[in-house]
T-cell receptor
Framework: AQTVTQSQPEMSVQEAETVTLSCTYDTSESDYYLFWYKQPPSRQMILVIRQEAYKQQNATENRFSVNFQKAAKSFSLKISDSQLGDAAMYFCAHGSSNTGKLIFGQGTTLQVKP | EPEVTQTPSHQVTQMGQEVILRCVPISNHLYFYWYRQILGQKVEFLVSFYNNEISEKSEIFDDQFSVERPDGSNFTLKIRSTKLEDSAMYFC????????????FGPGTRLTVT
């Protein structure tokens, strides 16, 4: 079975600074996807970034980038130039390419200080 | 931009009552999912649905749950006899492919069982 672990329940960052959220996972699948979702207070789930496991190159999306270490089963999210609107709960997720099922971590609450 | 919609946004029901949560996935998507999030906890997979049948279900998805695609647009989750512990946010998601390349989430239905 797949598991996803986020060991940081809460993180804080100063506006305009950089923060890294950690995520580790365990999987028996050889082909899978990894995601970071943002959940603001509205509780809407918003896709931030995705990574195909077969790709060595780390995904980037504007101010968001990942550090994907496949052998270590680590998938961290880096947010550069943090903005007040980045404050939210962030969930790391493993996606099965066979079943379409997403397994989420426990989430990290990010606070952005002005 | 197309989006997944869910109705109602908030449903209050008494223990033992039946509820139906409705979702309208993105029109050209073929794979549909339900997830739930108990307040303050992680998002949990319930069920995936493709070609008018369940592809996979979790241990949470017991006999009191059922899903249906009654027409070409709606995707419903029925809980036959609600329990207090069913109180949660229920998210519908859809994707065009089975590879979870990108699952789009609806805004969620907050279910409160009293």
């Amino acid at each position: 079975a797949q598991t996803v672990t986020q060991s940081q329940p809460e993180m804080s960052v100063q506006e305009a600074e950089t923060v890294t959220l950690s995520c580790t996972y365990d999987t028996s699948e050889s082909d899978y996807y990894l995601f970071w979702y943002k959940q603001p207070p509205s509780r809407q789930m918003i896709l931030v970034i995705r990574q195909e496991a077969y790709k060595q190159q780390n995904a980037t999306e504007n101010r968001f980038s990942v550090n994907f270490q496949k052998a270590a089963k680590s998938f961290s999210l880096k947010i550069s130039d943090s903005q007040l609107g980045d404050a939210a709960m962030y969930f790391c997720a493993h996606g099965s390419s066979n079943t379409g099922k997403l397994i989420f971590g426990q989430g990290t609450t990010l606070q952005v200080k002005p | 931009e197309p989006e997944v919609t869910q109705t109602p946004s908030h449903q209050v029901t008494q223990m033992g009552q039946e509820v139906i949560l409705r979702c309208v996935p993105i029109s050209n998507h073929l794979y549909f999912y339900w997830y739930r999030q108990i307040l303050g906890q992680k998002v949990e997979f319930l069920v995936s649905f493709y070609n008018n049948e369940i592809s996979e279900k979790s241990e949470i998805f017991d006999d009191q749950f059922s899903v249906e695609r009654p027409d070409g647009s709606n995707f419903t989750l029925k809980i036959r006899s609600t329990k207090l512990e069913d109180s949660a946010m229920y998210f519908c998601a859809s994707s065009r492919l089975a590879t979870t390349y990108e699952q789009y989430f609806g805004p969620g239905t907050r279910l409160t069982v009293t």
